[in-house]
Nanobody
Framework: VQLVESGGGAVQAGRSLKLSCETS????????MGWYRQSPLKEREAVSI???????WYADSVKGHFAISQDNSKNSIYLEIVSLRNEDTGVYYCAADCPDGMKYWGNGTLVTISS
């Protein structure tokens, strides 16, 4: 199972960034997709999930600041982060919770915020 993230990098605070995650058509259609973040010295946490009905869930800390979306034609989900802050620094992972009980992870993409 492959989930491939892209779009990370070193970005100035205040700018916006859009992360991408591409996967297979099976994973995209069958599994619940979402984004997780691991910040320095912190555990990995969920930041945004696309519920099976297509509605988004956001962690309280990122509401109004992150936006999750999908493109069915590309088997991809996206995470747009607006007005980047220092605390947004971390490795962002795409994950898929699947009906077989398995959870699959991408390798992550690093986002570093500079002042």
């Amino acid at each position: 199972v492959q989930l491939v993230e892209s779009g990370g990098g070193a970005v100035q605070a205040g700018r916006s960034l859009k992360l991408s995650c591409e996967t297979s058509i099976y994973i995209f259609r069958a599994c619940t997709m979402g984004w997780y973040r691991q910040s320095p010295l912190k555990e990995r946490e969920a930041v945004s999930i696309l519920r099976p009905d297509g509605t988004p869930w956001y962690a309280d800390s990122v509401k109004g600041h992150f936006a999750i979306s999908q493109d069915n034609s590309k088997n991809s989900i996206y995470l747009e982060i607006v007005s980047l802050r220092n605390e947004d620094t971390g490795v962002y992972y795409c994950a898929a919770d699947c009906p077989d009980g398995m959870k699959y992870w991408g390798n992550g993409t690093l986002v570093t915020i500079s002042s």
